[in-house]
C-alpha cells in the first residue's frame, strides 16, 4: 500500500519551467526522490509564456520557491533574471537549475555533469591523449564541449551542417581556455575525423523518437570508428538508437542519454534540498518506468 502524500501550507516548492512543460520527465523523477526521502516538498510543472517569465519569477521569490528546473525555450532568457550565476553556466551561456540563496536566485548548469557522469564512473579512465568528435553544435554540444573539456580531452572536434551557426559556436569560446583545444568542421570532413575519434558524440536530434531509423552517420562512416572507441548518443528514446546500434556492431562502447537525464537531476536536486546524497537509483527507475523502457 502507497503511503498517502499530504500537501500542507507547509509544503515547499519545488519545480520546471518550460514552454511547453507538459512532456517533461523531471516531475515523475524528482517527486519520486522526494518521496523516497519522506521529505515535505512537491515538484511541479509550471507552464510559462516567454512574455511571462519575468512576472513568474517575481511570482516565484513571492511564494518561496526553494529552486525549479529550466527547459526550452528559458535557458537562456532566465539568465538577466537572475543575480547569480556559476562560472559552468556562464561558459555554457545557459541555465538548467535555479535556486534561491540568501533571498536570490542563483543559476546553474547540470548538463555538464549529467553529461560527464557516466565517464567519469563507469568507463573512467586518461582522457589527456584522447579525442573528441562531437556532432551538431546546438545548446546539448556546448555542455558536451564543456564536459569533454573538464575531463581533459587532448581535442575536441564538433561538427555542423550550417557554416554561420558553426562560426558562431566556435566564436563562442573565444575568451574561454576550451578554445585552445576546440575545432569547428563542417559535416563533410566527418570521414576524415572518425577513424580519430576516442568518443563520439551525436547531440543532435537525428534518430529520436519517432524516427527511429534515422542515424547522423552512415554505416560505411561508422565502420571506420576505432575499436573500443565511446559512443555517446543524448538520445534515451528509443533505446538503443540505430546510431548506437550500429557503432556496438563495430566493437564500440555504447551510452545513450538516460544516464546524463538523470544525473543532472541529481546534481539539482542535492542543490535544491543542500544534501550530498540522494536516491539516485529510485529517480532513474522512476525515468526508465515512465519512458516504458522497465
Ligand atoms: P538544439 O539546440 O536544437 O541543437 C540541435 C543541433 O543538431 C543543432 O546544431 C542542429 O543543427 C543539429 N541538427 C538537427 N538536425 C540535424 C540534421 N538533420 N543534420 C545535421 N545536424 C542536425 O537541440 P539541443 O537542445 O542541443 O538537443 C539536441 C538533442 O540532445 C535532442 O535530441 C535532445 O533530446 C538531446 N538532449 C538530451 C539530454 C539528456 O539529458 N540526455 C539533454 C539535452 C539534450 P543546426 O544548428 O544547423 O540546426
Known sequence: MTKERLITGKTK???????PVEHSLSPAMHNAAIANLGLDYVYLPFPIA???LEIAIAGFAAIDVVGFSVTIPHKQAIMPLLSEI???AQAIGAVNTVSRQNNQWVGTNT???GFIAPLLTTYKQDWSQKVAVILGNGGAARAVVAGCHQLGFAKIHVVGRNMQRLQEFGNSWSNSPISKNLQIHQWEELPKLIPQANLLVNTTPIGMYPKVNESPLSGEEIANLPKGAIAYDLIYIP???QFLEQAEKQGAIAIDGLEMLVQQGVAALKIWLQQETVPVEVMRQALQKHLGLS
Open 239 to 241: 533505446k538503443p538508437t
Open 50 to 52: 516567454p512574455k511571462n
Open 13 to 19: 516548492l519545488l519545480g520546471v519551467i518550460g514552454h
Open 86 to 88: 556559476t562560472p559552468l
Open 111 to 113: 548538463d555538464i555533469e
